[in-house]
């Protein structure tokens, strides 16, 4: 019988559970590694949040059928669970499409973090004020508390020419 390092005597059941288990376990450095180079996806980095906003930034719009929550939602985009730039890929990505679909208005959900200072929160001005988007953006208002208050926002968008 073997001894592990605090004393104690392997039994025969805990040799056969070691070693159906190592035979599953492959080193880091082998070259039958699962990861391949071509598995993996770049995303552009994410503009950093902006803290200030300046006369140039989207219109904040704050309207009587924005405040009581009564705007009629096109599409949804939900970013809780991602980490910044997968947030930022996605964002541009479905904003854009919903543009060429025809929407008008899209509910990004962002998510509040603690203290109301979520990463995604903060950096979701900056990410609509992007060359790659800021042309099909015509405003943004904070949602309604039905909608998700604080930890979502109202995406406006242009009409299609």
Request: glycine share 8%; charged share 25%.
């Amino acid at each position: 019988m073997r001894t592990m390092k605090g004393g104690r005597k392997l039994t025969d059941a805990d040799l056969s559970i070691w070693r159906r288990v190592s035979r599953t376990v492959l080193p880091l450095s082998s070259p039958k590694s699962s990861l391949k180079p071509d598995t993996h996806v770049h995303l552009s980095i994410a503009p950093a949040p902006v803290l200030h906003h300046s006369k140039e930034d989207i219109q904040v719009r704050g309207d009587k059928k924005v405040r009581r929550g009564q705007v009629k939602i096109d599409r949804t985009i939900d970013l809780h669970d991602m980490t910044r730039d997968a947030a930022f890929a996605s964002l541009k990505r479905r904003l854009v499409l919903a543009h060429e679909c025809g929407h008008r208005t899209v509910l990004v959900i962002t998510g509040k973090g603690p203290n109301l200072q979520g990463v995604l929160r903060q950096s979701l001005h900056g990410w609509l004020n992007d060359p790659s988007v800021r042309n099909i953006i015509s405003s943004i208002a904070p949602s309604h508390i039905r909608h998700g208050g604080t930890g979502a926002f109202y995406v406006f968008l242009k009409r299609l020419k």
